[in-house]
T-cell receptor, first 112, second 111 residues
Framework: AQTVTQSQPEMSVQEAETVTLSCTYD???????LFWYKQPPSRQMILVIR??????QNATENRFSVNFQKAAKSFSLKISDSQLGDTAMYFC?????????FGTGTSLTVIP | DAMVIQNPRYQVTQFGKPVTLSCSQT?????MYWYQQKSSQAPKLLFH???????NEADTPDNFQSRRPNTSFCFLDIRSPGLGDAAMYLC??????????FGEGSRLTVL
């Protein structure tokens, strides 16, 4: 069975600083996708960034980047220049076939 | 424009009174999902469809059922809601690049 672990239930960061959210996963498959989703308070869950397992290059989307370590089964999210609007719950997710598995989430608070 | 639309956004029901939540998608995707999310927890998969093929998770209670009459629409039926079923119910569809597109959710309150 696939599992996704986020070991940091809560984190905080000063505005304009950088923060890294951790995620590890467990799978015996070699072909899969990894995602970070953001869920602001009382708002819709939206995609932050995605990574295909077969790609060695780490994905980047503006201020968001990942550190994908396939051998270690690690997929961390780095948020640079944190903004107040980044305050949200962040979920790491693993997809293989049509199945998605979510971690338990990290609640990030950006402090003015 | 919204791609996954859920109705109602808020549903209040009495203990044991059936409810139906609806979801529609404008993306014409084959795959649709229903998730249950309780406060500050990860979404928990209840059902997913690949086209008309229906899959329910092993631990989805029998109290929950789903219907998908066509590609665009999907329904979640809760036959006899209990207090423990109060949650946000999320509908999602999967794009060709693998990502999930979520609706805004239907928040269920059970009195």
């Amino acid at each position: 069975a696939q599992t996704v672990t986020q070991s940091q239930p809560e984190m905080s960061v000063q505005e304009a600083e950088t923060v890294t959210l951790s995620c590890t996963y467990d799978t015996s498959e070699s072909n899969y996708y990894l995602f970070w989703y953001k869920q602001p308070p009382s708002r819709q869950m939206i995609l932050v960034i995605r990574q295909e397992a077969y790609k060695q290059q780490n994905a980047t989307e503006n201020r968001f980047s990942v550190n994908f370590q396939k051998a270690a089964k690690s997929f961390s999210l780095k948020i640079s220049d944190s903004q107040l609007g980044d305050t949200a719950m962040y979920f790491c997710a693993f997809m293989q076939g049509n199945q998605f598995y979510f971690g338990t989430g990290t609640s990030l608070t950006v402090i003015p | 424009d919204a791609m996954v639309i859920q109705n109602p956004r808020y549903q209040v029901t009495q203990f044991g009174k059936p409810v139906t939540l609806s979801c529609s998608q404008t993306l014409n995707h084959n795959v649709m999902y229903w998730y249950q999310q309780k406060s500050s927890q990860a979404p928990k998969l209840l059902f997913h469809y690949y086209d008309k093929d229906f899959n329910n998770e092993a631990d989805t209670p029998d109290n929950f059922q789903s219907r998908r009459p066509n590609t665009s629409f999907c329904f979640l039926d809760i036959r006899s809601p209990g207090l423990g079923d109060a949650a946000m119910y999320l509908c999602a569809t999967a794009g060709t690049t693998g990502e999930l597109f979520f609706g805004e959710g239907s928040r269920l309150t059970v009195l």
